[in-house]
């Protein structure tokens, strides 16, 4: 316990109580072990934060160099030597090293751009879709794959399956359902849905289909993107649907 009473840190704002600290240390007086435990405790939290703000700021430009590429139409070399020239950058400043000598891996990088361009056409196709006016007009949607050998089963699955635009749930099957996924939902009025067959998913027990070994299987989005697409990708047009 601390042999001064005032110099206990307070359980709110210690910036006073810092202030404190330090014009005790610039008259050279003495702190106990206890009174340093509890400094290094809150620079310890300090350097946290910080390394938050860091990371926030880096992936902001990041983002940005995402952006500007999809807009500007580069290619993926193009924006993975702008990233890295992002990264070289922050590793530079303020002569904290966190990222000096590292380099995006490619299969990384690749990855990354290719969600991403991914993400940014599926926000501007269900921004559209599912915008109140087409809502009406075309208050379906289905589900339709590449139909090549190299479309997942559970993917395959879903081709023509058709959903209601207003149906939550459903929102949550609409591509991607995975990393690389290259299915897509296309929009479906009254006529297109009875040519279809007519066939809409109630609910995700619909969706079940039988395996190579008889058993049933459940079909679910991959782990990250079990989400509703519209609500994660353009949550303003969300606002806008109503129930």
Not at 121 to 126: L, R
Not at 207 to 225: A, H, K, R, S
Request: overall charge negative; hydrophobic content about 40%.
């Amino acid at each position: 316990m601390s042999a001064n009473p005032d110099l206990q840190p307070p359980a709110g704002d210690v910036t006073d109580w810092l202030a404190m600290v330090m014009d005790r240390w610039q008259q050279r007086l003495s702190l106990d072990p206890s009174e340093m435990e509890a400094l290094g405790e809150i620079f310890r939290g300090q350097a946290f934060t910080m390394a938050g703000v860091w990371d926030t700021a880096f992936l902001d430009d990041i983002a940005e160099s995402i952006e500007e590429a999809l807009v500007g139409q580069l290619s993926l070399d193009e924006w993975i030597a702008n990233a890295q020239e992002i990264l070289d950058r922050y590793g530079d400043a303020t002569g904290l090293d966190v990222y000096t000598g590292e380099e995006f891996e490619r299969w990384y990088a690749e990855l990354v751009f290719r969600q991403a361009t991914q993400s940014a056409y599926a926000a501007g196709n269900y921004a559209s879709m599912f915008s109140p006016e087409n809502i009406d007009f075309d208050p379906y949607w289905m589900y339709v794959t590449a139909q090549d050998d190299r479309v997942r089963p559970e993917h395959a699955a879903l081709q023509g399956q058709i959903f209601r635009k207003r149906d939550e749930w459903a929102r949550h099957f609409l591509p991607p359902l995975g990393f690389n996924c290259r299915c897509i939902a296309i929009p479906l009025d009254e006529d297109l849905k009875d040519q279809q067959g007519g066939d809409v998913a109630d609910n995700r027990q619909d969706l079940d289909y039988e395996g190579d070994n008889g058993e049933t299987v459940q079909v679910e989005p991959d782990e990250g993107f079990d989400v509703d697409k519209v609500a994660q990708l353009v949550p303003d047009i969300l606002k806008r649907m109503g129930g």
